[in-house]
């Protein structure tokens, strides 16, 4: 019946939408249009009617799930499925009065229970005015509330920190419910805060700083009033050659090589860095501006001398490769951090990477938690306490998190922290 329903949703704007898109469907079924055993559409397609995101889709019919008002059917012609709720409701109750030996089973079998059915037609009725209560009250959870946290596209390495952030800050705080929500990334992240359509955004701090002077990128919109929760994941990208590459041991050695150099912020990122060590990327080097996947393969085909590789690359050629990490000289470093705050340090430990047997120094690009600077002290409190208290349950899901610490998730980069955090911070001996 999934085709014949096509069109009976309304598309969904602003924030909290999985909440939105859960209260539809449940009027549907109470009113009577979707009925036991009807299959909704296809993910895709009801993302397409709401005029939602795919995870937002997926939040509402987990929701749905748990409350019983369908069924996920895994496999090949699976889906969403209408359940009988009304019926199931029912049988529940009297399984539930048998298991505690309030009837017998022959009162079960012949159904003479006058004083049992009224009993189960009131809690049925009291079941279904709570529900319909619920849905024109407009909140699914009344006692628990809805936070929706920005973080990029699929498979971008900002949702990949951000969803386990948002799954154990549930396990802690069952008063709050936080969705990850795929975005563009850190500039749309920002807007949105600053629109207040979501609540928490994971970001680039390079990003935040632009937003809160409203420069570059935020110059036409105007600043954004956002603060910081924790500090998240460092975010070091590292300046990576071959071993036989024998006269590149300074990044200052790039000078006339081919370089690649990548796209986007990373791009940025390495042109910023190349021009702290007195290296035009225009005039100095052959620079290859290639998606950031693409830079490894380059390097190990010999097709760059040196190339601006995350960790998770770097560590992907030296599956086949011998390479050499070329570290940055503290001297520089310090410089750089010092007039670019939004940058910290971060160093890999020796046989981080296979074969580099030493340590290596690299810039901290960054990633933080932020919230608009209005929000309540008390729930940004909870949040970062959540957050820094359940480090082990986020890198439980997501091993790179095991480089979190306390200390860490309370350091400053950049920009400021908001004073729920602050007072979280010092309550905790990580500020003083």
């Known amino acids: 019946m999934s085709s014949e329903l096509k069109g009976v949703f309304t598309p969904i704007k602003g924030s909290r939408t999985f909440e939105e898109v859960s209260n539809q469907i449940k009027k549907l079924i109470f009113d009577g249009v979707f009925k036991p055993g009807d299959k909704l559409l296809p993910e895709t397609e009801l993302a397409q009617q709401f005029n939602v995101g795919r995870q937002s889709i997926r939040e509402a019919l987990r929701i749905l799930e748990l409350s019983g008002f369908i069924t996920i059917q895994k496999g090949g012609g699976g889906g969403a499925v209408i359940e009988d709720t009304i019926s199931n409701t029912i049988s529940k109750l009297f399984l539930d009065a048998f298991q505690l030996e309030k009837i017998t089973i022959e009162e079960l079998k012949e159904a003479k229970m006058r004083k049992i059915?009224?009993?189960g037609f009131g809690i049925l009725i009291c079941s279904l005015f709570l529900q319909s209560t619920i849905l024109h009250s407009g909140n699914a959870y009344a006692e628990v509330k809805q936070l929706s946290m920005g973080t990029a596209t699929v498979g971008g390495f900002f949702y990949n920190v951000g969803a386990p952030v948002a799954q154990c800050i549930n396990k802690a705080l069952p008063e709050y419910n936080v969705t990850a929500e795929f975005t563009e990334g850190s500039v749309e992240n920002l807007r949105l805060i600053q629109k207040k359509k979501i609540q928490l955004a994971v970001i680039s701090p390079m990003i935040g700083h632009f937003a809160r002077e409203g420069s570059r990128m935020f110059k036409k919109g105007g600043a954004v009033e956002m603060r910081v929760v924790v500090r998240l994941l460092p975010n070091g990208n590292i300046w990576s050659t071959l071993k036989s590459n024998k006269d590149i041991k300074t990044i200052r050695d790039i000078k006339g090589h081919k370089v690649g150099v990548?796209?986007?912020?990373?791009?940025v990122m390495a042109r910023m860095q190349l021009a702290a060590h007195g290296i035009d990327y225009k005039k100095d080097i052959k620079p290859f501006f290639s998606p950031t996947g693409e830079l490894a393969t380059l390097l190990k085909d010999g097709k760059v001398d040196v190339s601006f590789l995350t960790e998770g690359l770097a560590k992907m050629v030296t599956a086949t490769h011998e390479i050499r990490i070329i570290s940055w000289q503290e001297k520089d470093r310090e410089a750089?951090?010092?007039?670019?705050?939004?940058?910290?340090?971060?160093?890999?430990?020796?046989?981080?990477?296979?074969?580099?047997?030493?340590?290596?120094?690299?810039?901290?690009?960054g990633i933080q938690l932020v919230t608009h600077a209005d929000t309540p002290d008390e729930e940004v409190y909870k949040i970062a306490k959540a957050v820094i208290e359940n480090i082990a349950c986020i890198s439980k899901i997501f091993a790179p998190a095991k480089a979190l610490s306390p200390e860490w998730c309370a350091s400053k980069l950049g920009n400021p922290f908001h004073p729920g955090s602050i007072k979280y911070f010092k309550d905790a001996g990580l500020m003083k």
């Open 117 to 119: 059915l009224l009993i």
């Open 336 to 365: 750089y951090v010092t007039k670019h705050p939004y940058f910290g340090k971060f160093s890999y430990r020796p046989n981080h990477f296979k074969g580099v047997n030493y340590e290596t120094q690299t810039v901290d690009n």
């Open 262 to 267: 990548g796209t986007g912020g990373i791009g």
